[in-house]
């Protein structure tokens, strides 16, 4: 079992910055990817990003260039900086924990960026 906990969501003005956290915990050895994915009101759930274990890095093209996955192993936890945030980008930002077999999700948190 792995238990994901999210925090850093808010509101925004357009182009501003956020930086979300997922602090991980239980079977945190299983996990081979971390990853952001979000859903906007009416939408399906998309991936925003994703590191591997090793630190292959994937981003959705509609974030690159303007969002950066990290990792701290030290604190088990991931982390996304959210830099020239749009409207677009409103939804709410699921962590996800995958690991051979199944995933995890954390509770969600919301991001919402006014214009």
């Known amino acids: 079992q792995v238990q994901l906990v999210e925090s850093g969501g808010g509101l925004v003005q357009a182009g501003g910055s956020l930086r979300l956290s997922c602090a991980a915990s239980?079977?945190?050895?299983?996990?081979?990817?971390m990853g952001w994915y979000r859903q906007a009101p009416g939408k399906q759930r998309e991936l925003v990003a994703a590191?591997?274990?090793?630190?292959?890095?994937n981003y959705a093209d509609s974030v690159k260039g303007r969002f950066t996955i990290s990792r701290d192993n030290a604190k088990n936890t991931v982390y996304l900086q959210m830099n020239s945030l749009k409207p677009e980008d409103t939804a709410v930002y699921y962590c996800?924990?995958?690991?051979?077999?199944?995933?995890?999700w954390g509770q969600g948190t919301q991001v919402t960026v006014s214009s």
């Open positions: 996800n924990a995958k690991v051979i077999g199944s995933g995890y």
């Open positions: 590191i591997t274990s090793d630190s292959k890095i």
């Open positions: 239980g079977s945190i050895f299983s996990i081979f990817v």
